[in-house]
């Protein structure tokens, strides 16, 4: 399965967003920054002391030779989920290795000031990494929110206890969709016979 995620909506958040009113306490914020420095970014990061995390996966890589490794993919190019005060994000948003942080596209703004930031809630932060580490089949993330239809336990496998809702592909197969609401939707195939109607619990 492709990841399939809004880029363009990404980079294209509005200037001086580093002087957004931001939240209280500690939460977590999405830090943009350049593709394929995910990872690096997170570690520099915490070595300063933040809580940080990058969505990845393990996939099977298939080179053109036939030869297949297994790779850690990043899921969300160019973000990383920072947890911090705003205080912090002020300062870490002034690091030469952070672009900006991301803004929350559904907020409105007012006034003079721009959208409010994106914060990410920790039971969406908890549920992705569940996924990600759980799965035995690539997780995507989806930018187009699917109809709500079905909503669902797994009762079974290495998923068990992960609720959500179903979306039937052209082809018919199901697949469980969590919503993670400022990104989209991450989405993965599921077996039915794994699967109970929440209304049943």
Request: glycine share 6%.
């Amino acid at each position: 399965m492709s990841i399939l995620t809004d880029t363009e909506s990404v980079t294209a958040a509005p200037s001086g967003v580093g002087d957004a009113v931001g939240v209280e306490g500690r939460k977590w914020f999405v830090a943009i920054v350049k593709n394929n420095t995910e990872k690096t970014v997170r570690e520099k990061l915490r070595q300063s002391g933040h809580e940080t995390y990058v969505a990845s996966q393990t996939v099977i890589r298939v080179w053109k030779n036939g030869r297949k490794a297994k790779v850690d993919k990043v899921l969300l190019p160019a973000m990383v989920f920072v947890k911090c005060t705003e205080q912090e994000r002020r300062e870490i948003v002034r690091l030469p290795y952070i672009n900006r942080f991301m803004t929350n596209k559904a907020g409105a703004a007012t006034g003079s000031m721009p959208k409010p930031l994106a914060v990410i809630p920790q039971k969406e932060i908890d549920t992705l990494r569940f996924m990600l580490g759980q799965s035995d089949i690539p997780v995507t993330i989806v930018d187009t929110p699917y109809k709500v239809n079905d909503k669902v336990v797994v009762v079974r496998g290495k998923l068990k206890g992960l609720e959500g809702e179903i979306a039937h592909t052209s082809d018919g197969k199901s697949e469980l969709v969590i919503r993670v609401d400022i990104l989209g939707c991450a989405m993965v195939s599921i077996n039915a016979l794994d699967l109970e109607p929440l209304k049943r619990r």
